[in-house]
């Protein structure tokens, strides 16, 4: 039941969740030259590319999300009991919420392992499609709408950079999703003591209660961590890193720690092999500030750091409306669900 209704939200989301992230792809190195104009609305993304734009890269989370919603409640369950063992709670019926910040912290760190190449297939299919010209050949359009399969995206990783390559922006994945899913946690269950929902009570006023409460923790959720969802894009995101990136020779790079990629510039691309090399030292030596706007970024850092330079303080935000949108009713669902199964779970062990 927790399956179904996490997928059911998945796809009431899906249609946001791609606007999202071509927002936030928007600007970053090589990005293609029509995403400003195919992410402006979803109005437009479906004149340009059809209704099948909407579900880009949906199916990869499809998978992932059995494996992740099993991951996150069970670490979390998991450190509640471990913390309530070492530091029973004083007289109350509820654990200190400092115990449930840390519980959804583990849990967070421990989703890392589905989260990251989950997340780095579907942003890519949805940036890949993106690219897609209305005015192009027939055929053209057919090679992005293929490449902009999430299986085809997740061979494709595999096959350049193995197993490792589904885990590129994974630091900054675990830096995002440790702390947010700490604040999820953290709200809801603040949220439920305030609005008086006792534990396996999900009937009458409290079904409006509690989908309050998750939908609201959701949204919470992503504010607190937002910028970091940004960097975690644009890192996955990079053309040299996909398939249909026109700076094609980029593609042999390799790839270091995570989300660590070599800095290069298109000079690359040229014949003059000695010329090339005078430029990538240069760069070095000059630091940020010397770095070609195209050039792949090379850790979190870099990617935070250039792209504030080049684009404001606007940019850490970009997107965040359709990620709050979506994030209120995923939730609400989300966190509903896992307290109708809890509430049955109880009953079965009572009886």
């Not at 059911?8 to 990005?31: C, E, H, T």
């Not at 609305?41 to 999300?65: C, D, H, W, Y």
């Not at 603040?190 to 079904?207: H, Q, Y």
Request: aromatic share 8%; with cysteine.
């Amino acid at each position: 039941m927790g399956y179904i209704s996490g997928v059911a939200g998945l796809i009431i989301g899906s249609p946001l969740d791609v606007l999202k992230v071509r927002l936030q792809a928007q600007g970053s190195p090589g990005a293609s030259s029509n995403m400003s104009s195919n992410t402006n609305t979803l109005g437009t993304m479906v004149q340009n590319e059809g209704f099948r734009s909407l579900f880009k890269g949906i199916a990869s989370p499809i998978i992932g999300l059995a494996g992740l919603n099993s991951i996150l409640f069970a670490s979390y369950s998991a450190t509640m009991r471990l913390l309530e063992t070492m530091a029973p709670p004083p007289g109350s019926a509820f654990q200190p919420l400092t115990h449930v910040f840390t519980a959804g912290f583990v849990a967070g760190i421990a989703c890392f392992l589905v989260s990251t190449p989950t997340e780095l297939v579907k942003c890519r299919a949805q940036v890949i499609a993106s690219r897609l010209d209305p005015s192009s050949s027939a055929a053209a359009q057919r090679a992005i709408l293929s490449e902009s399969g999430s299986w085809r995206v997740a061979k494709d990783v595999i096959s350049r950079f193995g197993i490792r390559g589904l885990y590129q922006g994974g630091w900054v994945t675990i830096l995002r999703d440790a702390p947010g899913y700490g604040v999820y946690f953290l709200a809801y269950e603040w949220l439920k003591r305030e609005l008086d929902v006792l534990p396996g009570e999900t009937g009458g006023i409290n079904t409006w209660k509690l989908l309050f409460a998750g939908g609201l923790a959701g949204t919470l959720s992503w504010v607190s961590i937002y910028p970091l969802d940004v960097i975690k894009t644009r890192l996955q995101t990079q053309p040299h890193l996909i398939t249909t990136d026109p700076y094609i020779s980029a593609r042999t790079l390799p790839i270091t720690a995570s989300s660590h990629i070599p800095t290069v510039t298109t000079s690359l691309l040229s014949t003059n092999h000695s010329e090339q090399r005078g430029l990538v030292h240069q760069t070095s030596r000059q630091g940020h500030s010397a770095v070609p706007s195209n050039a792949p970024y090379r850790g979190m850092i870099d990617c935070a750091i250039r792209s504030y330079r080049s684009e404001g303080m606007g940019v850490f935000v970009r997107g965040a409306t359709p990620a709050l949108l979506r994030a209120f009713p995923v939730n609400a669902v989300t966190f509903f669900v896992y307290e109708l199964v809890l509430a049955e779970l109880k009953k079965l062990d009572s009886t």
